[in-house]
Every structure is written in structure tokens, then in C-alpha cells.
């Protein structure tokens, strides 16, 4: 089982899974589980259909926390890829206007899901093109001893995550940056892990606010 189907299977659909804040924009967007398996099963298919990426092969992920970036590592995971912060990468995800090693995907990191219009400085409009892919992904089984993240191998990932400790079905609120491998595995693997969720706080300023309004449980 892939590192995304373990995390994401035992939610209920229409749970909230992952809440993300731009306190200076002044947005919120909130993914149920449905959606977020929807986002990840788009960035899977894209991977494996447009780029032939199998299990192992490595995926760099450069992306600030956002509720996009949580279905880019899903997305990767469920095909089996792994994700990674440098070094040699078949696909490399990044913001609009960076660079990086093998094909590069242009992030938007619109709150509202909106695309580039287009290849951007050589980069794969990559919310314009998964948009266009399949809502379900067909992998195949995957071995827990298959590498995951930044050298971790899908059991040493989720044994890494439950060492944490988060109480089950934690609320998180968090505003840790998701740093390849510590904040991914913080404030994104371990939440879900723990059959909870996480609220994501960029360029925090309410927090309070928020901590109240989304009845959160843990802080990060």
C-alpha cells in the first residue's frame, strides 16, 4: 500500500483533512479528504502518464506549505515516487520562476485552484495540465520497504510520523514551513497518521482566530 493510501483511507470523505490560511491575503481554503485524494490522484496520474515516473524513482518538491503542495506529496506518494529535496529529481515542483533538476512543474499556488495559462519560463503549467487528468488512480501495490521520503521508506515514514504522538483525530493548527523531510513529516504525515487534520497557517496573524474558529487541538 502506497504511503498516500495509508494515510488517507482511513479518513471518512467528507472529513476536512486539510484547512489552509493566507493571513495576508485573507484567504481560506478547506480540502475534505474526498477532495485532497482527488488533487492526489490528478498529480499521480500526471506523473506516471506524462513522465513515466515508477516507484523510486526521485521527485523533488519545493514548494512552500499550501493546500497544493499537500496534493503534489500526495500525489507522489500514491504513485510510489520519492520525494526529495535536491539532488538529481525526475520532476522537480517549484514556484512560478525557480529552477531546479529534470522536468520542471510550475506550481500556481492560487487559493482558488487557478492555473498559470500556460508554460512559464520553460516549467509545465502543472495545475493547468493535472487538472486535465484522471480522478482516481489505478497503482499498483506498493512495499513498505519502497522509499518515500528523503531517504525514509514508506514504514520507516509512518513509524517516524507515530513516534510523534499526536493524539487521534487531532486538529492541528500549524505554521511550521514544510521543510523536506521534518515539516512535511510534522505538520502534514503525522496529522493525517493520526486520523486528524491539519490547519495550515501561512504569514500568520490571526492565529487566535483561528485557533477558535476551527477548534483546533494541537499547536505546531
Not at 506523473?47 to 500525489?75: K, M, N, S, Y
Not at 517549484?94 to 508554460?119: C, F, Q, Y
Not at 501495490?141 to 515514514?157: F, N
Request: with cysteine; charged share 20%; aromatic share 4%.
Amino acid at each position: 500500500m502506497s504511503l498516500t493510501e495509508h494515510l488517507l483511507s482511513p479518513l471518512p470523505p467528507a472529513r476536512p483533512a486539510v484547512t489552509h490560511y493566507d493571513d495576508a491575503a485573507g484567504t481560506r481554503v478547506e480540502l475534505s479528504a474526498a477532495t485532497l485524494a482527488n488533487w492526489a490522484a490528478k498529480t499521480a496520474n500526471w506523473l506516471v502518464d506524462e513522465h513515466d515516473i515508477e516507484p523510486g524513482d526521485p521527485v523533488a518538491v519545493r514548494l512552500p506549505a499550501h493546500w497544493q503542495t499537500a496534493g503534489v506529496l500526495l500525489g507522489a506518494w500514491w504513485c510510489g515516487a520519492h520525494v526529495v529535496a535536491d539532488g538529481d529529481a525526475r520532476v522537480t515542483f517549484v514556484v512560478p520562476g525557480e529552477t531546479g533538476p529534470g522536468v520542471l512543474a510550475a506550481v500556481s499556488l492560487d487559493p482558488m485552484g487557478r492555473d498559470l495559462g500556460g508554460p512559464v519560463d520553460g516549467a509545465a503549467d502543472f495545475v493547468g495540465e493535472a487538472r486535465l487528468c484522471g480522478d482516481d488512480f489505478l497503482g499498483g501495490p506498493l512495499p513498505g520497504d519502497t522509499p518515500a521520503l528523503a531517504g525514509m521508506t514508506v514504514d520507516e515514514v509512518l513509524a517516524a510520523a507515530r513516534a510523534l504522538d499526536l493524539p487521534r483525530g487531532a486538529r492541528v493548527l500549524s505554521t511550521r514551513d514544510w521543510t523536506v523531510p521534518d515539516g512535511v513529516l510534522a505538520a502534514l504525515v503525522a496529522p493525517l497518521a493520526a486520523g486528524g487534520s491539519v490547519v495550515q497557517v501561512s504569514n500568520p496573524a490571526r492565529l487566535d482566530a483561528h485557533r477558535a474558529a476551527e477548534r483546533t487541538t494541537v499547536d505546531l
